[in-house]
C-alpha cells in the first residue's frame, strides 16, 4: 500500500479553537487532496494541492485553510471550528492526477 | 453542475451476482472510478473506465456508456467480505479532481 498517514485519528474539540489535521505520504505523489465525508453527502472536496506551495479551492472550502510547504506534508487548518465541521476528513494521493487516488485512514473530528 | 447518483442501498445473497448502477452529469468528464468503502475504512481504488466497454478484473467488472452517462459495477460471486460500500466517482479534467456520489450500500446476507 501507498505510504499515507493521516493525523490525528481522532479529535475532539471545542467549537471556536482552531485545528489542523495532517496528511503526510512518502510516495513523492505530486497530487494530495482533502475530503469530508458525511452521511447523505458521501466525499466532497475541500481543498486540493497540484506542487508545492500550490493549492486552490474544492467544493467546500469555506471555513477551511491549506498549507503545502513540503511534497509529503499537506496541512488543512480549520481556521475556527464549528459544529458544522464535525465530519470525518481523508486526505488522497494521485501520482499522476490521472489514475485513482490512495486514501489515507481518515480523522474522525468532533467539534463540540 | 454535476450530479451523480447511484442506489442507496442494495442487498444480495452469497454467491450471486449483483450489479451496481451509477448515472453522471458532468462536465469535463475524464474518467469514471468505483470504490470499495467497509465501514469505519479510507476507500480503497477497484477499477477505472475512460472508455466505453467493460473492464473485467477478477470478480468485479465495471462497465461505461459515456454517451448516456451511464456505468454499473458487477460483482460475480459474492463473498461476505463484499459487504461494504460502493462509491461512483467521475473524473474532472484539471488535476483530476474526484467528484463521488453518495455510494451504495451493499449487504450481502448468506
Known amino acids: 500500500d501507498a505510504g499515507i498517514t493521516q493525523s490525528p485519528r481522532h479529535k475532539v474539540t471545542e467549537t471556536g479553537t482552531p485545528v489542523t489535521l495532517r496528511c503526510h505520504q512518502t510516495e513523492n505523489h505530486r497530487y494530495m487532496y482533502w475530503y469530508r465525508q458525511d452521511p447523505g453527502h458521501g466525499l466532497r472536496l475541500i481543498h486540493y494541492s497540484y506542487g508545492v506551495k500550490d493549492t486552490d479551492k474544492g467544493e467546500v472550502s469555506d471555513g477551511y485553510s491549506v498549507s503545502r510547504s513540503k511534497t509529503e506534508d499537506f496541512l488543512l487548518t480549520l481556521e475556527s471550528a464549528t459544529s458544522s465541521q464535525t465530519s470525518v476528513y481523508f486526505c488522497a494521493i494521485s501520482e499522476s492526477g490521472f489514475g485513482g487516488y490512495t486514501f489515507g485512514s481518515g480523522t474522525r473530528l468532533t467539534v463540540v | 453542475g ?37 465501514a469505519g475504512e479510507a476507500p480503497t481504488f477497484l477499477s477505472y473506465n475512460v472508455l466505453d466497454g467493460l473492464e473485467e478484473k477478477g470478480r468485479f467488472s465495471s462497465f461505461l456508456s459515456r454517451s448516456k452517462g451511464y456505468s454499473y459495477l458487477l460483482l460475480k460471486e459474492l463473498q461476505m467480505k463484499d459487504s461494504a460500500s460502493y462509491l461512483c466517482a467521475v473524473g474532472n479534467t484539471g488535476f483530476q479532481k474526484l467528484v463521488f456520489g453518495t455510494g451504495t450500500r451493499l449487504l450481502v446476507s448468506p
Do not use: R
Not at chain 2, 450530479?3 to 458532468?26: F, K, L, R, S
Open chain 2, 2 to 38: 454535476q450530479n451523480i447518483d447511484q442506489p442507496t442501498e442494495m442487498t444480495a445473497t452469497e454467491g450471486a451476482i449483483v450489479q451496481i448502477n451509477c448515472t453522471y452529469q458532468t462536465s469535463g468528464f475524464n474518467g469514471l472510478f468505483w470504490y470499495q468503502q467497509h
